[in-house]
C-alpha cells in the first residue's frame, strides 16, 4: 500500500478519536472526562486495527501476484529452453552433414536449409508459450506418465520407422497388393490407444506437444492404372512415452475445442518441409498433400510467416499441396483466400478434400488455383449421366481427380472405369511413420 493511503488511514481514525475524547461529554451526559479518554482511545486502537487488516491483506494480494507472474515466466523460460535445445541440435546435425560433405556448396546448402527451419520453429514458440493453451501442466494421468517399464527394451512396443523412400523404390510389393498376413504384421508393429476419456485425449495432446512426439504417417497417393507411388499425404499421430499412438479422429475434436489444433497443424507443417529437403537433395519427383485446418488458415500471423519462408525457400513449393475440407474452404473470409493466393503464387498448389458432391462450379475452384480435388468412389454410383459430365468438365481444365478410400480390387475395377488419374486408400498402402 503507499505511504499517502497510510497517512490518509492514520489521519482519519486520529481525529476521530480526537473528536470522541474532546466532543464526547457533550453529546453524552453521564460521561465524564475520564470515559472520554478511553472512548478516544478505543476509537484509536480500533483505527488501528482495521488499518493494520487493511495493510495486510493488501500485501497478500500483493505477493499473490508477484507470484503469479514468476510462475508464468518460469513457465515461458522452460519452454524457450526447451525449443532452444532442439534448435542447437538441428544446428549440431546440420554442421556435421557439412563436415561429411566433399562439396563446398553443398555444405553451405545444408547450413542454409538448416537456419531456415529454425527460423520457422520460432515461429511456433509464440504459439506454444501461450499459458492459456496449458502445455506446462503436469497433469497428465500416471497411465501416460514418464514411467518406464521394467521389461526388457526388446519386448517394449515401440513405433517401427520406416524411410518412405524405400517404400517409394520398392514396387512390386505395391503393383501385386498385400496380404493379409504383411498387413496384420503392420497392424501389431504400431499399438493404437482406444476408448479413452476426452481428458485423458487432452492430456496426450499436451504432453506431445510439450514434449515433441508429434510424428508424421505417410500414405501413398498413386498413378493409375499402373499404381505408382505419385504423391503422399501427411497425417499427424501422437506418440505416448511408452510408444502407443493415439488417431486424428480421437484428438482432432478434443484438440479444436481446447485451441491446440493449429499448434499441432504447425508442426505437421514443419515435418513436411523437413522431408521435403529430403526428398530435394535426393532426386526425386514426389510431393506431399498437408490438410490444415480453417482455424490454421485464419492464424493470419503464422500463414504470413509462413508464406515468406516459402518465397525465401521457392524449391519447397512445387513438392508442396495445401489441403483444405471443401465446407472450410467455402467458409473463408477474403482475407484468408488472399493468404492461399499469395501461397499458391509462390508454386504450392491447392486441394480439396472431403467432397460431398458432383455438383460444383468447376470453372470457379480452377480460377481459384485449385489443382486436386479429393473424393470417395461412392460418388460416382449415384447418377451416371451426371458422374460423365463431371468427368467431361473436368478434363478440359488444370484439375486432377483422386479417388481415397480404395480398399478393394472390386472398388479399384470401378473406379478405373471412370479414367480417374490417381487412387488413394489402404489397397495402394496404409499411413506409415515417416524416418525422422
Not at 472526562?33 to 478505543?42: D, E
Not at 482406444?194 to 506437444?209: A, M, Q
Not at 449415384?382 to 483422386?402: A, G, H, W, Y
Request: hydrophobic fraction near 40%; proline fraction near 3%.
Amino acid at each position: 500500500m503507499p505511504l499517502l493511503h497510510h497517512l490518509f488511514f492514520i489521519t482519519i481514525y486520529c481525529a476521530l478519536a480526537l473528536i470522541a475524547a474532546l466532543m464526547g461529554p457533550s453529546y453524552i451526559p453521564d460521561l465524564q472526562t475520564g470515559g472520554a479518554m478511553l472512548l478516544g482511545l478505543w476509537v484509536f486502537l480500533s483505527g488501528a486495527v482495521l488499518h493494520e487488516i487493511i495493510t495486510r491483506r493488501s500485501n497478500d494480494d500483493d505477493v499473490t501476484a508477484k507470484l503469479e507472474t514468476l510462475h508464468h515466466n518460469q513457465a515461458v523460460l522452460r519452454d524457450r529452453i526447451s525449443w532452444t535445445r532442439r534448435e542447437i541440435k538441428g544446428m549440431a546435425e546440420a554442421f556435421e552433414a557439412a563436415g561429411q560433405s566433399s562439396k563446398l556448396s553443398e555444405e553451405q546448402n545444408i547450413i542454409n536449409d538448416a537456419l531456415s527451419e529454425v527460423n520457422l520453429l520460432k515461429t511456433l514458440m509464440p504459439r506454444l508459450t501461450d499459458p492459456f493453451l496449458g502445455l506446462f501442466d503436469d497433469e497428465e494421468s500416471s497411465q501416460f506418465g514418464e514411467t518406464e517399464s521394467k521389461e526388457p527394451a526388446r519386448e517394449k512396443q515401440q513405433i517401427v520407422k520406416s524411410d518412405f523412400l524405400d517404400d517409394f523404390r520398392n514396387e512390386r510389393s505395391l503393383r501385386f497388393g498385400r496380404n493379409d498376413k504383411q498387413a496384420k504384421q503392420e497392424k501389431e508393429q504400431v499399438s493404437v490407444l482406444s476408448d479413452l476419456s476426452e481428458t485423458e485425449i487432452l492430456s496426450i495432446v499436451r504432453r506431445s506437444l510439450r514434449d515433441d512426439r508429434i510424428d508424421m504417417f505417410l500414405q501413398p497417393v498413386v498413378a493409375l492404372p499402373q499404381r505408382k507411388r505419385k504423391f503422399y499425404e501427411c497425417f499427424s499421430r501422437l506418440r505416448t512415452t511408452n510408444g502407443q499412438v493415439i488417431e486424428p479422429g480421437q484428438y482432432v475434436a478434443v484438440a479444436t475445442r481446447a485451441g491446440l489444433i493449429t499448434a499441432i497443424d504447425n508442426m505437421l507443417l514443419f515435418r513436411c518441409v523437413q522431408i521435403i529437403r529430403k526428398i530435394i537433395r535426393s532426386g526425386e519427383d514426389v510431393s506431399f498433400f498437408v490438410n490444415l485446418s480453417s482455424h490454421t488458415l485464419k492464424d493470419q500471423d503464422f500463414f504470413d510467416d509462413f508464406v515468406d519462408f516459402v518465397r525465401g525457400n521457392i524449391e519447397i513449393a512445387p513438392h508442396l499441396i495445401i489441403e483444405v475440407a471443401q465446407d472450410e474452404f467455402l467458409d473463408l473470409k477474403a482475407s484468408e483466400l488472399l493468404s492461399l493466393e499469395r501461397l499458391m503464387g509462390h508454386g504450392c498448389r491447392l486441394s480439396l478434400d472431403r467432397m460431398k458432391t458432383l455438383d460444383m462450379d468447376l470453372k470457379a475452384l480452377a480460377a481459384g488455383r485449385v489443382r486436386f480435388l479429393k473424393l470417395e468412389g461412392w460418388l460416382f454410383s449415384q447418377d451416371k449421366s451426371k458422374t460423365k459430365k463431371f468427368l467431361n468438365n473436368l478434363r478440359s481444365l488444370p484439375i486432377e481427380l483422386v479417388v481415397e478410400k480404395i480398399e478393394t480390387e472390386d472398388a479399384l475395377v470401378q473406379v478405373l472405369d471412370q479414367d480417374v488419374a490417381y487412387g488413394q486408400g489402404y489397397l495402394f498402402g496404409e499411413p506409415r511413420p515417416a524416418k525422422p
